[in-house]
């Protein structure tokens, strides 16, 4: 069993900072690349930003130079740093992983329950 657990949502007022974490526990084998996801309501759920493995990391155009991805391969944890908050950024946040749980099991993508960013203006 493989889990995902999402911490450090809220609200923000425009400007602000917010720092999401992202715990991976469980049956872990290996840790593949990481992901930040937001859903606004009435939207499409879609890639913030991802970190492989070895550190590779991708935004979406909207928050490059705003948003950092990190991650702790030591505590299977991935983070995302906010600045520079945008109302436009109201949303809930998924973290997501590549899990391979077990030597003979193929890797699988696992998701957290989410959590709310709310930026006002």
């Known amino acids: 069993q493989v889990q995902l657990v999402e911490s450090g949502g809220g609200l923000v007022q425009a400007g602000g900072s917010l720092r999401l974490s992202c715990a991976v526990s469980?049956?872990?084998?290996?840790?593949?690349?990481m992901g930040w996801h937001r859903q606004a309501p009435g939207k499409q759920r879609e890639l913030v930003a991802s970190?492989?493995?070895?550190?590779?990391?991708d935004y979406v155009n909207s928050v490059k130079g705003r948003f950092t991805i990190s991650r702790d391969n030591a505590k299977n944890t991935v983070y995302l740093q906010m600045n520079s908050l945008k109302p436009e950024d109201t949303a809930i946040y998924y973290c997501?992983?590549?899990?391979?749980?077990?030597?003979?099991?193929?890797?699988?993508?696992?998701w957290g329950q989410g959590t709310q960013v709310t930026v006002s203006s």
């Open positions: 970190i492989t493995s070895g550190g590779d990391t």
């Open positions: 997501n992983a590549a899990v391979r749980p077990g030597a003979w099991y193929t890797s699988s993508e696992y």
């Open positions: 469980g049956s872990i084998f290996t840790l593949g690349t």
